[in-house]
Structures are given as structure tokens and as C-alpha cells.
């Protein structure tokens, strides 16, 4: 079930496995030094921070972009601004990103040392004594008490239960809430702890990431024994039910699994933010044109001016013959030289044009929208207890775009509570269509209170069935129903936990509760217990069953788990008669391909399939039971191929499949089950209205076709009168004829059509050349589904579609199955269920619930793209308007580069004056509220149709820009044309009237008017002016005084009114006459949700 | 399911609660706080547009009239001013000291001027905004006799030579070095006309931005080049106001800048004689000199730009009111009527 990452791993040959010796840790660490317990999750040490710091930070090209200008500043030519000013926004930014560095790791810090400074008992001089965590070494032995953590990967040695079993909580390693069991070896468990020296040696494998596996053996007293995944504690669990365990360490510190898993998840780019990147190039291409006419400008210049520039007063190209250096060229180095020169720091003063800190923006403002998708109580799930998580802060407007759902079905769509249906024993059907609550029987377990508390024993019992087994045993089909049940009670890994541990009537087993890693098994067990038959023990060695009353003891001589390849599993059972049966459940295909051949067996198998296949189309998860009687030399035979198979350290899961073959095979048919695996909430509302939406919700599942056409049906995404293809291809040549049919096909049905595809055929699709007809044909499919998928075919299904569209694909899963799915796809949805957190791990959003992604894309997704699409073409504008303005002045500064505005002031305008309203409006604008984009589906589709951002929408801008920066030049340039105004005084003009230009343009745009956006606009403006104020305040700048006198002229505030009313103007009657004429969806619905609230108040509304 | 955690712990002694993850609720956090969402209705937009025109248009007429008010004669004299001889030669009889600059010249008062009257001098293509010149100063020199040595930014002109010691030249740099020296004397009625030549400069620029005890230094020695007027190193820099003014350096290539002022009121077809010492070398770039009397209003100078503008805008604006009026009436758009929306659109077709 698990997918397993690391399959080098499995069999480690001597060379690459790691000893260790038992209480022996300096002879573990002699030859190769392993580890210690020490862990550091922090990146720095107060040394390292400054450097390393820096050196992490200046991988982002942002920061070399303004390192290189800063530095080309220095130079003496170029020196376009003062030294510190130029320097600013580059430590601006630095000092930013590194306290907040710093805060973070120093949080890690105060962690990490917590963690290693935790005492444990570690036997030293033969006793157990504290011993700090970080001291802890490789091949120590450490006892944990109940409810402790554990502190290191530790194979078991002994536990307070004599039969060597330990509980344990692996909540913070997968997120599963279930106890674990976890066995020490029977022949260490016995072993004194006191005094007496313990030892041995036990190789294992190197260390590694999978937490689902672990092969090693030990050697102790001479006695070799085979160790596994079942015989290991990991870091980071806690010892539950259990007083005290004794374990030797093999990895500790960075080398434990649940270190190695902390490794984040792949980060992704948002499609905008590539989008954007293009239109970035063109501002480059502007940029270079730009500073090409100031050089340009500059070389003509030059040149009719080549006699005059040494005597121009302006200009004064060398040193007067009285001076330091008498004749020489003062600062000119030629025409090509100044020519170049120009070019170079006509850059520094463009600098802004291309947006460097619009990618700190971005990031700010999405931290700032996950704050909000966070905390959206409309995402909370009350049944996990979990809120909506960002674990991705790049793509939040990858949200409002997207146009395929990859969905896994069972805990996704479906909740994995199981909940047992039906079952067939011996060719008959059992359905519990009445419904009788099993506490009529003589065991009634449930008591109202237990059910509450476990609702997995909510089973409905069938009283035929039920009669059936208070027969006298004898007759095929009563001892097919006892094996039946015996078989569903013994045959899986379930924990039976025992709540009341005071309580030695073994009677009544009242509070029972289940503990079990699938949801599968555990329903069968519940169900096994409703009709009589309780498993109440399981060690090791053997389990316990309840039946009706007779205490029942099994010894357990071989287990073989579930795999993936058989699709079974099945144990070998002793009985107190000395029979040895063993007892199979699987999937339907592999098992009855392994039954006993037989007339009689022939009918029920007949028979039982009819009921499998009538189950599936309900929609239930089926499941085949079978049973044999082994002879003493098969018993003989098998236990010799087990003991090889268990105790071998290569190979051994291959041997382990053998020995299985071996015995699963002539087998008795007893029946089947039908298990409910019940839809989530609100499933079929969502899948409705993503499809509204014009997203298409593609279902992969692992599940059998007839079940995942059933949930298909049941959640809606298939409707009846959908016309249904199935391509189940057993052959490449088989496919290759399928698919041309199944297109032609579509062409005759009209009305939709949903494709259903089964694994087998995706395997010679995927691999050959295929792919592009399979993707030809399931666009053209309103609904696709496909069964019985591999985990990596589901990603390669997602990349069919990534790899020939632009459409945004969204993968959601809750399984480690899904992983590489939502890996895959742009963006990434887990859904924390009981199936473990690995897919949340590898996510970029996590939630409850799947029906929270209706909300997730229509609400949060929306509102996402619009205010991001938005706050990327304003700060395109916002720069360039200002760069276009010192450009048109440079014009008629003889290209001499000369801003008329402040080097601070300068520096100031992107970083101060107008950064924090668009960060402001880009977290909390919002055109719709979430009322309306849920009734409209369709709205989304604003986000497909890139209504946001666009090059259209760019080149309008930058058309828009041209004109803005022309009217902010031109007005103060003919107002004040042959007038005494100053360069300060002119400068200081534009400062203020570009600030208020771009601020009110922002205030245009501003959809939903709270108290911060009044306060960051307004108090831009006004911080904008105290800035100017004190600028001018200070004596030593040229500039002093400048802003008192301006202010008294009105010819002054007259400029800035009209440069603001001029300049928006063209932009504000385009946009009335847009919404006039080719008003959006998104614009009609606003003005219906609006207008509806006001008549509200206001009574019917003519018109306003 | 929430806490069967604890349930499957030792014997459910122990009923610790998870702690429930609940986002709190706060209309902040739910991005429901109260708002005010203004919708670009028809009637907000003609309202908006007309209120500017309203607004518009009597600034404009106002402006309008106040810089028709305004009495400007702007006279340019650097050709008027070349002797005939060297009408070729303009370089060389601006460098000639021996040459005589006095320079008199006649103009007519066109309508009646009310005092104050200003004064300006006009340059052309004097590019006072280039880089090389508006860095070229000392302002911590020109503050305090503390820095007098601080001269590193106002290269080529920061130090001179004296007996092979060198000296800071106060004030240094280029802007100083190049300062204007043109004199002009008016004579009305055979009568001097008194120009008042204090306060001209700002008061924030005297009081605190040129020192009252730096006094100028080295300045003008240069005997190759020669920037401008020299200074009276008996006046401190606060009280050299025309200085002060020159260093205040303008933002466009043709600008004026303030001489003084006449506190006597001018009558039309007045005939004021100026006397003027042509000593400003604008010839060796093609500069051009001009003597500018005007009064001012409250729009200052004489200037119908920003009249013109404002009408303009307020009339567009009032054009397309009625452009929208108009639209509104014959081409009405229900406001938030679902049954345009685009999918509802294309089901009606």
C-alpha cells in the first residue's frame, strides 16, 4: 500500500550494512564512527550566520540585481547617487530577509536544544542511569517508559509484557492516530535487564527514509534471528499501553527515519509568476531602449558639442590650470567612453523598471492570503480536527485557474470508514437488509455508550446468517460459515485493545477497541465480533477468539502479509486439535484463480462471483475468503521454506512470496464480503459544481471498475444518461485498435461522454506512442475515470495533460498512493485522513475534507487571482510610470542623467512611499463575496479565460503608463516654463504628484474599501509628504527649505490636481465605457450583489 | 474520532482534551469586515465627470484671467549688446576685458505695471539641471567655516594653487564658479529707477543654508577660465543674495531668475532707459540673454498654461458627461441583472 521510495535498501549485502553491537558502543563506533543523538535542525550558529546568511540569500536573483547595481554605482563615472543611498534598498531587503532568518532559527535553535537535552535511562555499568539525548550513541541500550518519547531508532530487546509486545504512537511520523504494535524477538524478551551483560550483534541496513520497512538480523548467543519493520521503534513515537520497553539503538540523531523524512516538498512556480516573467523581459527590452537614447542622446551631444565642452560652464570637461591637477580631463574619458558611461548609469537610475520587489511583494502578499485560507472557518473540519493548510507560498493564485481535478476516490471521495454490507458464504447471500441491531444476542457487546465511542461496531446483523451459525456444526455449509467467520477474525494484523485493563472477566469484552492499520480489516473484525466471534488477544505467537462464548486458542505459525502482487493475505493457523488450516482473504482476481478444482466447488464459485460482481455495482469493496486444510508434509515443507525465508537478510520479501505461492494454492472457496467504504460529505454538491465551473474532475482510483463506476454514479460524477466507453485493452495491439474506435464512437453519441479506463491498458498506452491519442481522446470526454492504477501511472496521467496544454491541473489524494500524483500536477491537494500523512507531506495545500475544495477554488482560488493578477500589473505600472517620467525629464537634462528628485526620495518611492498599499489591497480586496462566487459557478471561469492578467492587459497598462508619466512630466514643464523654479522645487513636485498619481489609480481599482486599505493609501500620501518634509528640513541638502516655499504657491497644489485628474482621465473613461458596454461576468455579478443589499435597505431601486 | 487518541491510551485515565484547532472567529479573519464597496454605476460616473468639469472649468477661467493680468516685457539683449565689430567674433569681446560692456538700450512699458515689480535675468540653453553641474557644490562649505576644506565633490573647481599650497576655494564648485554677472540699471524719466536687490533670495537659504560667517575665498583667481562674477570677500555668503540665488539651479535650460525688484508702479508707453554691463558669457554656447520686467498675481508669472489645461480637461470632461448622458439614455444597461451574464447570454441565443 505504501509506496516505497527506497528499494535499494532492501537487502543490504554485507557491505553496506551497518553493525552494531549490543551494549557495546564503543566496539559499534570503532571501525566508522556512527552518528550521535545530537540533532540540529537549525541552519546557522551565530558564526556562520552572517556569511552563510548572506551567501543563501544572494542564490536569488533579485538580490544579485541589486548587489550589481549597487556596485556599479561605486564606480566614480557612474555615480549616480550617494554611496549610503545607493546601498539602501539592497540592505533594506537583507536586513528584512535576515531577521526573519534569524528569528526562525533561532526558534529552531531553542528547539533543537530542548529535544537533545531530554534524559532517558541508559544502562551504564549495570545499571540503568539518565543519560542525556545528544549523548546517546549507536548500540547503547535505552529503557522508555509509557507515554515517553522515544529518542532514537531502537530495535526492541524486551518490554514490561512478557510476550515481548510494545505499543506504540506514530502520530508525529504519519499522522496516524491508531497504536501500533511493535514485538521484541521471544528469545530476547526474557533476558534479565539487571547487572548481567548483554550482547550480540545485529546487522542492519544503512540508514534510510522509508519508514515502512526494515530488514536486519541478529546474532545473540550464537542464535540467528531475523529482525523487521515489526521489531523496530523510530524516534519521534511514543511508547502507549505499555510500561516499559528495552531497546538498543541502530540509528540515532540525523540518521533516524523520522530525520531523514523531514525533507520539504519540491517547490513549484505559479503560473502568473511565469506569465510574468515574460512581460519582465519586455520591461528589460524597455529598459535597454530606454538607456540606448540616453546614450545615444549623450554621443550626439558629444559630438556638437566637442569644441565647447571644455569652456561649456555646464559641463567644464578639465581641471582649471591653478587646480590639483592643472589641464587634465576632469571626470572625461572620451566620447565612446562617456557614451558607454552613460548607458551604464542610466541603468542605475532605471533601476526600478524591471520589479525586483515585486517578487518580495508576491511573497508577502501571499503569506498573507494563506493567513486568510488558513483561517477560514468554512475549511475547518470538525471530524479531524484540522484546519486548511499552506504548506506552498508560491502558488495561491494557481487556485483561481484551475481546469482539471485529478481526484483519488477511497478517503477522498469516500471517507475509508468501512462499514460491513454483505457477505456470500458457501454460494449464498446474506444481505442485512433488516435492520436489527446486534444487541439482541447473547454477547451483546455494544452497550450504548461503546457505540458511541466506536462506531466501527455499528454492524447490522443478518439473522439468517445469524441462525445459520447456531446450527450444530456439521454439514459444508456450516463449516463453511464457521471458517468463514474464523477466517475474519484471524486473518489480518488488528490490535485488540482492552480498555478496561482492571477487568480479568475475559466474558464480557465490552470495551474492545480495534486498533488496526486498514480500515478494511478492521470492519471485518468488527463484523466477525457482531456474529459471535471476538478476537480479544493477539500476541505474537497466537490469538485469542471469543467464540459464542468458548474461549478459542490459536497459535499463529505463519503470517503472510499483504502485498501488492498477490493481493492477498493469509495466515497459518494451529488449532487446539493440532489441525493446521490456513486461512486466505484477497482480492477477487487472485483468489479465485487459486481455488481447488472441483464440480461441486465449481457452483458455489459461480455463484459467489455473481454476488462479487452484484456487490461491486453497488459500489461496495469485495473481498474473497478461502480456506485449506494443510497435510503434515505441506505443514513440514512450509515451515521449512518459512524459517529460510524469515531468517534471510537478501532477497528475503521474494522468498517470503514463495513460501506464500507455496501454500496459498488449492484453496477452498468460503464465501466473499461486501464492505461500504461510505461517500464523504458533499461530495456530489462539489464534483456539480467544479463541473459547473468548467473544471473537469478526472477520478483515479486503485479500485476495481465496477466499483469506481459505482461511486462515479453515486457521487455524480457519471450521470445515467451519460453515454459510457470503456477501453480495457489486455494488448498494445489491442489498445492501439481501442482508441480509434472509441473517438470514432464519440463522434456519433451527442450529449457527454465519459471514458473509463482500466491500468492494464494504460500501461501500453503510457509507454508507447499512444499517449497523444489517449490525450486526443479524453479532452474530448467530459468525464474520465480510470481504475485500477498504479501510483505512478496516476502520475503520468496528470503529466498527459501538463505536458500538451497550458491548463492548471490540480492533484488531490489522501494516500501515500497519491504522492506522486500530487507531486506531479501544478498544484498539490492533500486530504488529512486516516490514510497517514504522507500526503500531506508531499502537498501544497492540505485540508479535511474534500468538499472544501469547491470552496478552496471558487472562493479562495478566485479572490487569489484576481488581487494577484492585479498587484503584478500595478507594480509594473507603478515603476514604470515613475521611470518614464525621470527618462522625460533626462531628455532635456542634456542625457546627463540627472533626477531632478532627491536620491532619497528616489529610493524611497518603491520601497516607502507606495509598497504597502498594494500589499495591503493584494491580501484584502475582494471583488465578490463568497456568497456570490458559490451561486455562480461559472465565475470561475474568469480565471481560465486569464482575465486578470494578460498581455493584452499588459500592453494597455504600459500604454496607460506612456500617458501618465507624459502628463506628469509635461504639466510642471510648461507650468513652470521660463519660470525661476528650481531643480528641487520641481523635483519635489513630481515626488508628491507621483505618489498621489499612483495611489489614487490603486483607489480607482479598490473593489472592497476596509479601514486598512483607507489607512495604507491615505497614509501613504501623508507619510510620502512627512517624508518630503523632513528631507527638507535638514540643512546640508541642497534641497533645504524647498517644500515650505512650494507650498505657498498655488500654482503648485494647482499642478498636482491637474496632473492626477489629466493623467487618470483616459483611464477612468475607458473603464466606465468597458463596463457600460462589455461589462464581465464578474463586474454583473458585483453590481447584482451589491445593488440586491442596498434595495434591501433602501427599498426598490430605480436607478442610480 | 477527536480524541480516540486518548481513548486508546492507558485505560482512558487520563481525558486530556486535543486541543481544538477552531479558527477563531473574528470578522477580520473571515474577511467580512464592514466595507464600503463603491460600483461604477452610470450615475456615479456622470456625476464624477461633471463635478470635475464644474470644478475645472472656473479654475481655468480664473487662471486664465490672472495671467492675463500679468504685465511681462521680456527683452533679449546678448545681439543687441555686440558691438559691430565684433558681431564675428562674439568669444572674443565677451573675454576681452579691456572691451566696453556698457550696453544701453530702450524699452516700452505696454500697459500699466503695479508694483512689486520683478526683475529677471533669462538664460537660454543654459543647461543649469546637468549632472556634472548641479553636483558640483560644497553645501557643508557654504554652511560653516568648519568644513571650508570639505571641497571633494566640487571638482574641477575646489582648490587653487597658491604658492604651491593648495587652498579651498569658498564657495567651490562649478555652480559658484559660473555665476552670473550681468548688472542692469534702469532710468525712467531721466530718474534712476531704484531696483531693490535684498531679499531676493529665500529666507531658508539665507538664514540657514549659507553661513553668516563664511566669507569668499580664492574665488574667480583662475586667470585661464573665468566662470562668471567675482564676490566681495568682505560680505559674508548669507547677505550675497544674487549667489544665493544662482546656486538655487533650475530645473529646465531656460529659466530666469529673480535681479530684484522696483516698488514703483511703471504707466503704459513708459520709456525705461537700461543700462546694462554685458559681462556673461553666453556667446561660447549659442546662450541667449534676455531682461524680463513683470508683475505677478497669485499664479505668479505670466503663464496661460495651466488656464488652458484646466479648461481643456473641465471641457472634455463636460463633452463626455453628455457623451454618457446621452448613452444612458438610449442605451441602457439593467445594472446587476444576472440574465446578462455571459452563460446566460449565450443559453438566450
Given at each position: 500500500?505504501?509506496?516505497n ?44 550566520f ?23 554605482n ?5 555615480a549616480?547617487?550617494?554611496?549610503t ?14 531577521i ?47 507515554d ?13 509484557d ?18 501500533k504494535?511493535?514485538?521484541a ?59 516499559w520497553?528495552v531497546g ?13 523524512n ?8 505559479s ?6 516573467n ?14 540606448l ?28 590650470i ?6 587634465k ?5 572620451g ?14 537610475v ?29 475549511m ?35 471517507e ?12 449464498k447471500?446474506?444481505?442485512?437488509s433488516s ?9 451483546a ?36 460459515a ?11 494484523t ?54 459464542n462464548?468458548?474461549k ?17 493475505m ?24 487459486i ?32 480456506a ?40 477452498r ?32 482510483t ?19 444518461d ?17 482508441l ?11 450529449g ?31 468525464v ?7 501510483p ?42 486516516q ?7 508531499a502537498?501544497?495545500f ?6 472544501f475544495?469547491?470552496?478552496l477554488?471558487?472562493v479562495h ?6 488581487r ?25 537634462a ?55 492578467y ?8 504600459m ?16 507650468v ?36 486598512y ?11 510620502t509628504f ?17 517644500i ?20 487618470l482621465?483616459p483611464?477612468?473613461i ?13 463586474q454583473?455579478?458585483r ?14 431601486w430605480?436607478?442610480? | 474520532?477527536?480524541?480516540q ?6 485505560g ?5 482534551r486535543?486541543?481544538s ?62 558691438p ?7 568669444t ?5 576685458s ?5 550696453c ?36 557643508k562649505?557654504?554652511?560653516?567655516v ?48 531704484n ?29 585661464d ?20 540665488v ?34 556673461y558669457?553666453t ?8 531682461l ?12 496661460d ?37 455571459s ?7
Open positions: 500500500m505504501q509506496l521510495n527506497h528499494n535499494t535498501h532492501n537487502g543490504p549485502a554485507s557491505h553496506n550494512s551497518r553493525l552494531v553491537y549490543i551494549n557495546n558502543p564503543q566496539r559499534t563506533n570503532e571501525e566508522y564512527e556512527f552518528t550521535g543523538n545530537k540533532i540540529t535542525t537549525s541552519k546557522y550558529t551565530i558564526f556562520s552572517l556569511p552563510k546568511n548572506l551567501f543563501i540569500q544572494f542564490h536569488r536573483v533579485a538580490y544579485v540585481y541589486f548587489l550589481v547595481i549597487a556596485a556599479l561605486q564606480l566614480p563615472p557612474l549616480v547617487f550617494g554611496r543611498v545607493s546601498l539602501f534598498p539592497l540592505l533594506f531587503v537583507l536586513t528584512v530577509t535576515a526573519k532568518d534569524g528569528y526562525e532559527d533561532w526558534r529552531r535553535h531553542r528547539s533543537d536544544r530542548n529535544e537533545n537535552n531530554k534524559e532517558s535511562p541508559v544502562f551504564q555499568i549495570g545499571k540503568f542511569r539518565p543519560k542525556r539525548w545528544k549523548d546517546i550513541q549507536v548500540g547503547e541500550v535505552v529503557k522508555v517508559c509509557a515517553e518519547a522515544i529518542p532514537c531508532d531502537m530495535v526492541l530487546l524486551g518490554t514490561s512478557p510476550s515481548g509486545v510494545a505499543y506504540i504512537q506514530t502520530m508525529n511520523l504519519d499522522g496516524e492516530s491508531n497504536l504494535t511493535r514485538y524477538r521471544q528469545e530476547t524478551c526474557f533476558m534479565p535487564f539487571d547487572g548481567d551483560l548483554i550482547s550480540g550483534v545485529i546487522r542492519c541496513e544503512q540508514p534510510n527514509r522509508n519508514i515502512y520497512e526494515f530488514t536486519a538480523t541478529m546474532e545473540m548467543n550464537a542464535q540467528k534471528m531475523s529482525l523487521s519493520q515489526s521489531n523496530i521503534i523510530l524516534r519521534g513515537c511514543q511508547v502507549k499501553n505499555t510500561e520497553v538498543v539503538v541502530v540509528y540515532a540523531g540525523q540518521e533516524t527515519k523520522a530525520m531523514l523531514s525533507a520539504v516538498s519540491p517547490s513549484k512556480r503560473k502568473l509568476e511565469q506569465q510574468m515574460k512581460e519582465t523581459i519586455w520591461l528589460s527590452v524597455f529598459l535597454f531602449v530606454l538607456c537614447v540616453v546614450a545615444i542622446g549623450m554621443c550626439l551631444w558629444l559630438i556638437r558639442h566637442e569644441q565647447q565642452i571644455d569652456t561649456l560652464p555646464y559641463y567644464r570637461k578639465s581641471y582649471s591653478k587646480g590639483k591637477f592643472p589641464g580631463p576632469y571626470k572625461y574619458y566620447i565612446p567612453m562617456e557614451t558607454f558611461f552613460a548607458f551604464l548609469s542610466s541603468i542605475i532605471f533601476q526600478i523598471m524591471i520589479p525586483i520587489s515585486l517578487y518580495i511583494t508576491m511573497e508577502l502578499v501571499r503569506l498573507g492570503q494563506s493567513y486568510f485560507m488558513i483561517e477560514d472557518k468554512h475547518y473540519d470538525s471530524s479531524t480536527n484540522s484546519r486548511f493548510q499552506c504548506r506552498s507560498l508560491n502558488i495561491n493564485e494557481d487556485l483561481g485557474q484551475i481546469r482539471y481535478v485529478f481526484s483519488d476516490k477511497t478517503g477522498t471521495l469516500t475509508n470508514k468501512m462499514e460491513f454490507r454483505k457477505a456470500s458464504v458457501f454460494g447471500n446474506y444481505c442485512n435492520m436489527v441491531a446486534c444487541a439482541t444476542q447473547d454477547n457487546e455494544i452497550t450504548e455508550p461503546a457505540k458511541g465511542k466506536n462506531p466501527k461496531s455499528d454492524v447490522i446483523v443478518d439473522p439468517g446468517l445469524m441462525g445459520l451459525l447456531h446450527k450444530e456444526i456439521d454439514g459444508d455449509e456450516r463449516i463453511a464457521h471458517e468463514f467467520f474464523l477466517t475474519l477474525a484471524a486473518c489480518n488488528v490490535i485488540p485493545i482492552n480498555n478496561q485493563t482492571n477487568s480479568i472477566e475475559t466474558e464480557l469484552h465490552q470495551d474492545l477497541d480495534y486498533q488496526g492499520e486498514s480500515p478494511d480489516e478492521q470492519a471485518l473484525v468488527a463484523a466477525a465480533r457482531a456474529y459471535g466471534y471476538i478476537l480479544f488477544e493477539r500476541t505474537s505467537g497466537h490469538i485469542a477468539l471469543d467464540v462464548g468458548k478459542l486458542r490459536l497459535d499463529v505459525l505463519g503470517l503472510h502479509e499483504f502485498d501488492s502482487v498477490r493481493k492477498r493469509s495466515v497459518v493457523i494451529r488449532f487446539p486439535d493440532n489441525n493446521v488450516k490456513v486461512l486466505v482473504k484477497g482480492a477477487d482476481t487472485s483468489i479465485l484463480t481455488l481447488r478444482k472441483g464440480h461441486d466447488n465449481d457452483n458455489i464459485t459461480l455463484a459467489t462471483h455473481h454476488h462479487l460482481t452484484e456487490y461491486s455495482s453497488l459500489g461496495l469493496r469485495t473481498l474473497v475468503l478461502a485449506k486444510d494443510l497435510t503434515n508434509e505441506e505443514l513440514e515443507k512450509w515451515q521449512l521454506m518459512y524459517e529460510d525465508a524469515t531468517t534471510s537478510l537478501a532477497d528475503r520479501s521474494l522468498k517470503l512470496r514463495e513460501t506464500a505461492l507455496f501454500v496459498e494454492s488449492n484453496l472457496l468460503l464465501g466473499a464480503t461486501g464492505i461500504e467504504d461510505k461517500l464523504q460529505e458533499g461530495v456530489p454538491e462539489t464534483i456539480e459544481c467544479l463541473r459547473q465551473a468548467g473544471v473537469k474532475v478526472w477520478v483515479l486503485g479500485d476495481k471498475q465496477e466499483t469506481a463506476i459505482s461511486i462515479a454514479l453515486s457521487c455524480k460524477l457519471l450521470t445515467p451519460m453515454h459510457q466507453i470503456i477501453i480495457n485493452g489486455t494488448s498494445e495491439s489491442e489498445c492501439k485498435t481501442l480509434p474506435e472509441a473517438k470514432t464512437e464519440i463522434l456519433t453519441v451527442d457527454s461522454v465519459a471514458l473509463i479506463i482500466d491500468g492494464n491498458s494504460l500501461v501500453y498506452i503510457l509507454e508507447r506512442d499512444l499517449e497523444s491519442e489517449l490525450f486526443e481522446l479524453a479532452t474530448s470526454c467530459s474520465v475515470l480510470c481504475c485500477r492504477v498504479a505512478l501511472q496516476k502520475a503520468g496521467i496528470v503529466d498527459l495533460i501538463k505536458s500538451r496544454t497550458d491548463d492548471m491541473t490540480l492533484a488531490i489524494g489522501d494516500g501515500a498512493n497519491d504522492v506522486s500524483m500530487i507531486q506531479m500536477a501544478d498544484v498539490g491537494v492533500g486530504i488529512c485522513g490514510e497517514g500523512r504522507q500526503a500531506v507531506m502537498s501544497d492540505a485540508m479535511g475534507q474534500f468538499r475544495l469547491r470552496r477554488l471558487l482560488g478566485h479572490w487569489n487571482y484576481q494577484m493578477g492585479y498587484l503584478v500589473l500595478y507594480n509594473f505600472y507603478r515603476n514604470a510610470v515613475f521611470v518614464f517620467m525621470l527618462f522625460w525629464y533626462i531628455l532635456c542634456a542625457f546627463s542623467t540627472t533626477s531632478a528628485l532627491t536620491d532619497w526620495s528616489s529610493v524611497f518611492y518603491s520601497v516607502i512611499y507606495t509598497s504597502l498599499p498594494t500589499i495591503i489591497v493584494g491580501i484584502l480586496d475582494k471583488d465578490l463575496s463568497h456568497k456570490t462566487l458559490l451561486k455562480y459557478p461559472k465565475l470561475y471561469e474568469a480565471g481560465h479565460r486569464h482575465e486578470s494578460n498581455s493584452f492587459l499588459f500592453w494597455i497598462m500604454a496607460d503608463t506612456i500617458w501618465q508619466s507624459l502628463v506628469l512630466f509635461c504639466v510642471p514643464r510648461f513652470y516654463k521660463e519660470s525661476t523654479i528650481d531643480i528641487w522645487s520641481m523635483g519635489s513636485l513630481w515626488t508628491v504628484a507621483v505618489v498621489i498619481l499612483v495611489n489614487i489609480h490603486l483607489a480607482m481599482d479598490v473593489q472592497r474599501w476596509v479601514v486599505t483607507h489607512a495604507s493609501i491615505w497614509g501613504s500620501v501623508a507619510l512627512a517624508c518630503v518634509v523632513v528631507l527638507d528640513s535638514i540643512p546640508v541638502f541642497p534641497n533645504y527649505g524647498t515650505y516655499e512650494l507650498a505657498k504657491q498655488p500654482t503648485y497644489w494647482l499642478s498636482i490636481l491637474l496632473i492626477i485628474v489629466a493623467a482621465l483611464r477612468f475607458t473603464k466606465s465605457l468597458h463596463r457600460m458596454f462589455w461589462a464581465s461576468d464578474i454583473i455579478a453590481e447584482a450583489e451589491i445593488l440586491r443589499k442596498k434595495r434591501l435597505f433602501y427599498g426598490p430605480k436607478w442610480r | 474520532m477527536n480524541n487518541a486518548v481513548t486508546n491510551g492507558i482512558s485515565s487520563r481525558s486530556t486535543r486541543i484547532k477552531k479558527p477563531q472567529y473574528s470578522r477580520f479573519t473571515q474577511q467580512e469586515l464592514p466595507a464600503w464597496k463603491p460600483i461604477l454605476t452610470p450615475g456615479w460616473v456622470i456625476a464624477s465627470i461633471l463635478a470635475i468639469a464644474f470644478l475645472f472649468i472656473p479654475i481655468g477661467l480664473f487662471s486664465l484671467f490672472a495671467s492675463k493680468r500679468v504685465v511681462e516685457i521680456v527683452y533679449r539683449y546678448d545681439q543687441d549688446c555686440l559691430e565689430m565684433y558681431r564675428g567674433n562674439a572674443a569681446y565677451i573675454k576681452n579691456d572691451a566696453n560692456k556698457t544701453i538700450e530702450n524699452i516700452t512699458v505696454p500697459k500699466r505695471m503695479d508694483p512689486p515689480i520683478y526683475v529677471y535675468y533669462q538664460l537660454d540653453y543654459f543647461y543649469q539641471n546637468h549632472r556634472r553641474y548641479v553636483k558640483s557644490r560644497g553645501d562649505q557654504l554652511r560653516s568648519g568644513y571650508e576644506f570639505l571641497t571633494k565633490e566640487c571638482e574641477p573647481e575646489a582648490r587653487v594653487n597658491k604658492s604651491k599650497i593648495s587652498s579651498p576655494i569658498v564657495p567651490c564648485g562649478l555652480i559658484a564658479w559660473s555665476l552670473f554677472n550681468d548688472t542692469y540699471n534702469l532710468t525712467l524719466r531721466e530718474k534712476v529707477l531696483i531693490n536687490k535684498k531679499g531676493i533670495a529665500w529666507k531658508s537659504d539665507t538664514e540657514d543654508k549659507f553661513g553668516s560667517q563664511v566669507y569668499p575665498k580664492n574665488f574667480q583667481l583662475g586667470q577660465m573665468i566662470g562668471g562674477g567675482k564676490l566681495n570677500e568682505k560680505i559674508p555668503l548669507s547677505e550675497q543674495e544674487d549667489l544665493i544662482w546656486m538655487r539651479t533650475a530645473a529646465l535650460p531656460t529659466f530666469r531668475k529673480l535681479y530684484g525688484k522696483i516698488n514703483t508702479s511703471l504707466e503704459a508707453h513708459d520709456i525705461i532707459t537700461v543700462a546694462l554691463q554685458n559681462n558669457n556667446y561660447s554656447f549659442g546662450g541667449q540673454k534676455k524680463v520686467l513683470s508683475t505677478t498675481g497669485w499664479i505668479d508669472g505670466k503663464n498654461f495651466l488656464g488652458i489645461a484646466y479648461l481643456m480637461v473641465g471641457g472634455i470632461c463636460l463633452f463626455m458627461a453628455l457623451n454618457f448622458i446621452l448613452l444612458y439614455v438610449f442605451k441602457p444597461r439593467p445594472l446587476g441583472d444576472p440574465s446578462y451574464l452563460w446566460n447570454r449565450k443559453a438566450a441565443n
